[in-house]
Structure formats: structure tokens, C-alpha cells
């Protein structure tokens, strides 16, 4: 079974950096398309964004801005840059993976696998 570990979380000031990644244990971004998610507590999970595995374009949120999705297929890893972090941006940050799907993906749509997630806390 695939499993997915995200990366990089941490406690960071507003305005600050940090570059999360998402590791699959196999070979599977050929196939599987990546989405990032979070999830603030007290409210609903949120997509940020979405790389495809039919052609690699990758898609981004209307509602989360500054954040830069990127892959490295030869470590089987996605990454998230978050820019200019804000408390707001406070959540547990998740990727998931779907297989031969376009980006986006159909928000009724269930995804294959998750990872577990990784914390993100801005201090302001």
C-alpha cells in the first residue's frame, strides 16, 4: 500500500517560510495526482492545491494565495512552499494522492491515500 508522509511543519513568525514536502513510499507520480490540503481546528478542510499526473499542470485555490506547489519525481516527492505565512495560515497541512485524475478534482470525489499530516503554526 502507498503511504504518503508529509514534511517540514513547524512554528514559524508571521511572514515567514517554510517548505513542506510530501514523500510517497513508491513510485506513483507518474500515476497519481497530489493535492495539497489543510485543515484549521474548528473548520472544514480547505484544498490549496492540486499537481496532475496526465500532464503535470498544476492548479492552485482562489481562496489560499502565496503558496507554490513543485514536484521532484526523482524523489517521489511534492512540495509546498508557503510564502509570507500568516496566523491564519495556522493548520495541519495534508497531501493526498489520486490515481489518473485531472486536476482539479471533483471535490466529491474520495482520494486514495493520505498522509498524516503535518503542523503548521504562525505566531504573530
Known amino acids: 500500500e502507498v503511504q504518503l508522509v508529509e514534511s517540514g511543519g513547524g512554528l514559524v513568525q508571521a511572514g515567514g517560510s517554510l517548505r513542506l514536502s510530501c514523500t510517497a513510499s513508491?513510485?506513483?507520480?507518474?500515476?497519481?495526482?497530489i493535492s495539497w490540503f489543510r485543515q484549521a481546528p474548528g473548520k472544514e478542510r480547505e484544498l490549496i492545491s492540486c499537481?496532475?499526473?496526465?500532464?503535470?499542470?498544476i492548479s492552485y485555490s482562489n481562496s489560499v494565495g502565496g503558496f507554490t506547489t513543485t514536484s521532484d519525481r526523482a524523489k517521489n516527492t511534492v512540495y509546498l512552499q508557503t510564502n509570507s505565512l500568516r496566523p491564519e495560515d495556522t493548520a495541519v497541512y495534508y497531501c493526498?494522492?489520486?490515481?489518473?485524475?485531472?486536476?482539479?478534482?471533483?471535490?466529491?470525489?474520495?482520494?486514495?491515500?493520505w498522509g498524516q499530516g503535518t503542523q503548521v503554526t504562525v505566531s504573530s
Open positions: 493526498a494522492a489520486m490515481l489518473f485524475i485531472s486536476c482539479p478534482v471533483n471535490r466529491n470525489l474520495t482520494y486514495d491515500y
Open positions: 499537481i496532475s499526473s496526465m500532464d503535470g499542470s
Open positions: 513508491e513510485f506513483i507520480l507518474d500515476d497519481y495526482t
